[in-house]
């Protein structure tokens, strides 16, 4: 399994930008794919992640602001990042086998990871 993330950027507070995250060597229905976020001195969190059924979920910290989508023709999943704030800057990170617990967010034993993208929100 390979995923390539990419999209990162600089962007001002109450800007947009969308990530994608190409995937190869997996079977999109069986799993979630989604997003982690990594800010600097603070652990990993998740973000979001879409379902083989197309059912989402997201944390708290961004919904409504934030929106995953799925292309399955490409085999891309794709973060549409809407009224960014400064607290968002951090290297995003796609992964398969997204498993959501409650608030708890963990990859499972048949997930893989990607690089990270990172993304500054600044003006």
């Known amino acids: 399994v390979q995923l390539q993330a990419s999209g990162g950027g600089l962007v001002q507070p109450g800007g947009s930008l969308r990530l994608s995250c190409a995937v190869s060597?997996?079977?999109?229905?069986?799993?979630?794919i989604g997003w982690f976020r990594q800010a600097p001195g603070k652990e990993r969190e998740g973000v979001s992640c879409i379902s083989g059924s197309n059912n989402t979920h997201y944390a708290d910290s961004v919904k409504g602001r934030f929106t995953i989508s799925r292309d399955d023709a490409k085999d891309t999943v794709y973060l549409q990042m809407n009224s960014l704030k400064p607290e968002d800057t951090a290297v995003y990170y796609c992964?398969?086998?997204?498993?959501?617990?409650?608030?708890?967010?963990?990859?499972?034993?048949?997930?893989?990871w990607g690089q990270g993208t990172e993304l500054t929100v600044s003006s």
């Open positions: 992964a398969t086998d997204v498993i959501k617990q409650g608030s708890s967010w963990h990859v499972g034993e048949f997930g893989s």
């Open positions: 060597g997996f079977t999109f229905d069986h799993f979630c």
